[in-house]
């Protein structure tokens, strides 16, 4: 059984001509005895543990809100990004409600992704893939891009996860999933692209990355806080 997350962190790390994306998803919990679904930012860490031990089984796939879509203006220092995702997870509606924080470590690569475990942020990584399956890949995760935009598909289809349209992004990342399209090849690997070659995937990934961590991880009522 894996710990339980109140919130979902997605950082897509850009480059010199890429944005860098921050998402951050809420996971919802079931409460039987009021028979609704109720939000982590409304609870005191005590009254999240005491929920999370009488849950039960909840009726269906957890709610999954999208409360904070961002891009980091071009151009930031990966230290300084560091810097700043450590203060948002430390502080706020989220501090000690169980955070996972996952890192597209594609293009960055490890050294990245090592000042973020410096920093004691306990990064989870994600090496985005052609290929077909899932593999684990030193404390983090080899997922095929397939994966991680048909869960968002399914997510967004299913209406379970849902976006506030007053978020800063959320007409971009719209338009971001809309414009996503899949190419397979002959060899039968995935190609991810947009419609326009001017388009970015910056958000979408970032969001991907939480609805398919959700879809994989079964939470237990053991709290995990940073």
Known sequence: MSS?????VGLDLGQASDYTALS??????????DHAWLS???????????RLRFEGTPPTDRPLHVRHLERLPLGTSYPAIVADVAARLRSGAMAGKGIALLIDATGV????????KAASLRPVAITIT???????????????????????????QQKRLRIARTLEHAATFEQEALNFKVKI????????????????????LSVAMTTWFASIKV???RLVTF
């Not at 951050?24 to 919990?29: I, S, T």
């Not at 090849?185 to 979408?204: F, I, K, Q």
């Open 40 to 50: 982590p930012a409304n609870l005191t860490a005590t009254q999240l543990t005491e």
């Open 219 to 221: 939470p237990s009522n």
């Open 130 to 156: 052609g290929g077909a399956a899932v593999g684990r890949d030193r404390g983090g995760y080899t997922v095929p891009k397939r994966q991680l935009v048909s869960s968002l598909q399914v997510a967004l």
């Open 109 to 116: 690569g490890r050294p990245v992704v090592d000042m973020f």
């Open 185 to 204: 090849s002959v060899a039968g690997h995935d190609s991810y692209e947009a419609w326009r070659e001017s388009t970015h995937d910056d958000l979408v």
């Open 24 to 33: 951050v998803v809420e996971q919802q919990l079931w409460s039987p005895r």
């Open 4 to 8: 339980w997350y109140s919130y979902l």
